[in-house]
């Protein structure tokens, strides 16, 4: 197994230059069974414009996670900054991307991206025109008026990206997005959120449980150590942008591939 080094170690000026800044975090449940442990010591960064993939085996934390970044839990001990400042409750700083687009079928699709916009209170006229914005980024300025119904499963989750981008947030979370859609529309929007992330230069925390995915779409791979979730290894990507369908024949590609299967092989053995 080649050296690579643990997400633990952070230094001041990282964590000062963070977007998102996990800090030697634990959780742990009271359960009808007594205390159940989540997460242990887990730290990590997401550096401004970086894209970081999360991979774990199933119930390792990373959903979790998302909860604690996004202020619905709290920890039980440790620290999450959002650009430099502890987060001890719901922020604004943060957009969400759920497995589902969750759109609404009675509003349009330009209705839908402004939800988030009136649900905290803001003039969505102000936000109307950064709401058209995107959707020319989406390559989604010809539906703005079409109800979801009216939109393929791939046109729907550029909606839920666009709707999660609409207040400008400092972090995207994307959870597992393109777990509910086929082979070929998740392949197509692999490509699709590179070119969204290229335009928006937005710092992204992408769940995912695909390796090819994660290595074809990151700067850089958090692994993340069964239940009580930790970080066991952290992964530059060394691999040109924009990626094409031929950096899936890079060398490096496939020994990243290699090197993820036989952390996740040795997991499974221990």
């Not at 207040?167 to 969204?196: G, K, N, W, Y």
Request: hydrophobic letters at 40%.
């Amino acid at each position: 197994m080649p050296d690579m080094s643990h997400s633990g170690e952070h230094t001041v000026s990282q964590q000062a230059a963070a977007s998102l800044s996990v800090e030697a975090v634990n959780l742990t449940y009271q359960t009808a069974r007594g205390p159940l442990e989540a997460l242990k010591g887990l730290s990590l960064d997401v550096a401004p414009g970086e894209f970081v993939s999360l991979l774990g085996p199933s119930g390792c934390g990373k959903s979790t996670l998302l909860k604690l970044v996004t202020g619905l839990i709290s920890p039980t001990s440790g620290t999450i900054r959002l650009a430099g400042n502890p987060v001890r409750g719901p922020r604004r700083e943060v957009g969400i991307v759920f497995q589902q687009p969750t759109l609404l079928p009675w509003k349009t699709v330009l209705e839908n991206i402004l939800v988030p916009i009136r649900a905290m209170g803001i003039d969505a006229g102000k936000k109307r025109m950064v709401a058209l914005s995107l959707l020319e980024t989406m390559n989604l300025a010809a539906f703005a008026h079409h109800y979801p119904s009216e939109l393929s499963g791939g046109m729907q989750q550029r909606v839920g990206i666009a709707r999660g981008l609409i207040h400008d947030p400092t972090v995207l979370l994307m959870d597992e997005p393109f777990a509910a859609l086929d082979a070929l529309t998740r392949e197509s929007m692999t490509d699709e959120l590179q070119r969204i992330w290229m335009a928006t230069k937005k710092s992204v925390l992408f769940i995912t449980h695909s390796i090819s995915e994660s290595i074809y779409l990151a700067d850089r791979i958090v692994v993340l150590s069964a239940r009580p979730g930790h970080a066991l290894y952290n992964l530059a990507v060394d691999l040109p942008r924009p990626r094409t369908i031929d950096t899936m024949s890079d060398p490096r590609f496939s020994s990243l591939a290699k090197q993820l299967r036989e952390i996740f092989h040795e997991m499974r053995q221990a």
